[in-house]
């Protein structure tokens, strides 16, 4: 598995790769408004405009193909982490968020997490902060990870 910066070519796969998992594990919970928005947030050209800002956007690729992308914001907040369905719970986010992470510019990395997937945030050592809450019909759970706590030993401790 090699991880490595997002390309414009790259732009199609990678919305397809959230639009699908987002379809499979959240979007029944939501709203059409929900829905909508998401599905703009993860359109090539959102991706494209975004890859122009501070963010860093990673993918995932395992023989030459595609399988995760993790964004962080601004080096403080992860705004999208998806792995393609087929490669989900073989150590894809894991791997994605642990890269990502090297470009962390604050002590305490944020998500504001769909409910379906604080299960795995746990797993990697966020917590949750706040009450749920609401944002262009997505539904979130605000969760925050220090930094000075391995995702490593976070991981394998709950895997015991």
């Known amino acids: 598995m090699v991880i490595r910066k997002i390309t414009e070519n790259d732009l199609d796969i990678v919305s397809s790769i959230c639009i699908e ?89 944020t998500v504001s997490a769909s409910l379906s997937s604080v299960p795995a945030y746990i797993r990697y050592g966020f917590e949750c902060k706040g009450n749920v809450a609401e944002s262009s019909g997505l539904i979130y759970q605000p969760m925050e990870l220090e930094l000075n706590k391995s995702i490593q030993q976070t991981t394998d401790a709950s895997a015991d």
């Open 21 to 109: 998992s987002f379809t499979n594990s959240v979007a029944t919970s939501l709203s059409e408004r929900g829905i909508f928005a998401f599905k703009e947030l993860s359109s090539p050209d959102s991706f494209l405009s975004r890859m122009k800002d501070d963010n860093v956007i990673l993918v995932s690729e395992d023989q030459d193909n595609l399988n995760g992308i993790i964004e962080l914001k601004e080096g403080r907040h992860v705004a999208m982490l998806f792995v393609d369905t087929q490669h989900q719970n073989k150590g894809v986010g894991k791997r994605l968020l642990s890269e990502a992470l090297v470009y962390a510019r604050v002590s305490v990395v």
